[in-house]
C-alpha cells in the first residue's frame, strides 16, 4: 500500500529557507513535489527517480533541490529565498510507471495531504 506523508511547512519570513519532507512508503519508481498556490494550478517543481536522477522546472531552477535518504524512505524539497509568491500547499506525488520528468499532475497516481507553507513578514 502507497502512503505519502509530507512535512515541514510553516510560517517563514521572506529571504528564508524550509527543507520539507515526504515520508514514502510501498513501491514508487518516481516521487515529485507540486504545489498549489492561489494563483495558479498545481504546478510540477522537481522530481527523483529510483536510480537518484532528478528533474527540476526551469521555473523552479536556483532555489529548489530535490533529494532523497533511500534508508529513511524519504524525499526532501529544499527551498531557499523564500518569497511570498511561494505561499501555497505543497504535496509530494508519486508513481510506477511513466516518465519521471513529465512533472504534469495527471500522471502521479499517488498523493499525499499537502503541507502549507506561508512566506510573509
Known amino acids: 500500500q502507497v502512503q505519502l506523508v509530507e512535512s515541514g511547512g510553516g510560517p517563514v519570513q521572506p529571504g528564508g529557507s524550509l527543507r520539507l519532507s515526504c515520508a514514502a512508503t510501498?513501491?514508487?519508481?518516481?516521487i515529485a513535489w507540486f504545489r498549489q498556490t492561489p494563483r495558479k494550478e498545481r504546478e510540477g517543481l522537481a522530481s527523483?527517480?529510483?536510480?537518484?536522477?532528478?528533474t527540476v522546472a526551469e521555473y523552479a531552477k536556483g532555489r529548489f533541490t530535490i533529494s532523497r535518504d533511500h534508508a529513511e524512505n524519504t524525499v526532501y524539497l529544499e527551498i531557499n529565498s523564500l518569497k511570498p509568491e511561494d505561499t501555497g500547499i505543497y504535496y509530494c506525488?508519486?508513481?510506477?510507471?511513466?516518465?519521471?520528468?513529465?512533472?504534469?499532475?495527471?500522471?502521479?497516481?499517488?498523493w499525499g495531504q499537502g503541507t502549507q507553507v506561508t512566506v510573509s513578514s
Open positions: 510501498g513501491d514508487l519508481t518516481c
Open positions: 506525488a508519486g508513481k510506477r510507471l511513466g516518465n519521471c520528468g513529465y512533472l504534469v499532475a495527471g500522471t502521479f497516481d499517488y
Open positions: 527523483i527517480g529510483n536510480s537518484g536522477w532528478t
